[in-house]
């Protein structure tokens, strides 16, 4: 089991800490699958509902927060029946629309693991005005079951009434839904060829810059962010805070960064270079390489 889960084992019920401790190995980063899901509702003989909720704490301790220190889990179950962990991260230093909330690390998470619709959302502290307007964004937003603890099961609409979406700006394919965007340079850099596959997956609607980030560590392994727009705009995910939420989710320190991509369209009425720089070199000594592509 991986150290950073030792205190949130401990305050689990003992059945559910006995049944979790195998899937907690080495290369756990949050993903349980239906059938595991099921497994853990057999040995403990807990109710779904109950079992997610029970759950938090092993999400929380995926948190870097070290501005607030203030550790939130997320869990968004898809129509799969598989659940996607997530937390928030604080990147030291830097401004706080730098940080990633629970709620978007763990719907990214679901988007990055082929997802496309979430069911459910189970958090340990009530969704921020922000994450409400992030979860709308997705298909049949309204319709996502909030689960909190000691409150009732709630759809979203019931937190984000009158809500403000993609559909007030014309858009009928919302977040998760597929996207595909051709995006082609002649390149056998295997970083870029991974860079160009998530930038034509990404959700960019409002302003046609389709991006992704890339980040390689020492050891060659590779970790993606894909640019996600929002409605209100402020709540949208930046790739590169996409990418850095995906390495801490698979317990990877952000300095053993050996190498970062941003790849984006150049029809694109924005450019997300600087604010990737800033958070990049506010974790790790290296320089970002930036590449603009034209769309097909």
Avoid at 274 to 292: N, P
Wanted: hydrophobic share 45%; proline share 6%.
């Amino acid at each position: 089991m991986q150290d950073r889960f030792l205190k949130s084992v401990a305050k689990l019920p003992e059945p559910l800490a006995t049944a979790i401790v195998p899937i907690l190995n080495k290369d756990f980063a949050g993903h349980i699958d239906a059938q595991q899901l099921e497994e853990l509702q057999t040995a403990t003989k807990m109710e779904l509902n109950e079992l997610l909720l029970a759950l938090l704490p092993i999400a929380a301790a995926l948190a870097r927060p070290p501005i607030s220190d203030f550790h939130v889990g997320a869990i968004a179950r898809g129509k799969s029946g598989d659940i996607y962990m997530g937390a928030n991260i604080e990147l030291p230093g830097e401004a706080l629309f730098h940080s990633v909330h629970a709620e978007q690390s763990a719907i990214s998470h679901a988007w990055l693991s082929g997802e496309s619709i979430i069911e459910d959302i189970i958090v340990n502290a009530s969704p921020c005005g922000h994450c409400r307007q992030f979860i709308n964004e997705l298909v049949e937003g309204g319709k996502v079951n909030i689960h909190l603890p000691l409150q009732k099961v709630e759809p979203l609409s019931h937190y984000l009434p009158y809500a403000f979406g993609p559909s007030d700006l014309n858009i009928t394919e919302p977040l998760l839904s597929k996207q595909q965007h051709t995006l082609t340079l002649d390149s056998n850099d295997p970083m870029i060829i991974e860079g160009l596959d998530h930038a034509g997956l990404s959700y960019a609607p409002y302003t046609k810059t389709y991006a992704a980030v890339v980040l390689e560590t020492k050891d060659g392994a590779t970790y993606c962010g894909r640019y996600a727009e929002n409605a209100a705009f402020n709540p949208s995910m930046q790739p590169m805070q996409m990418a850095l939420s995906t390495m801490a989710r698979h317990n990877r320190d952000f300095s053993e960064i050996n190498r970062a991509v941003l790849i984006e369209s150049s029809k694109g009425v924005i450019s997300l270079v600087g604010a990737a720089m800033d958070a990049l070199h506010s974790v790790a000594a290296v320089e970002l390489e930036h590449i603009v592509v034209e769309p097909e």
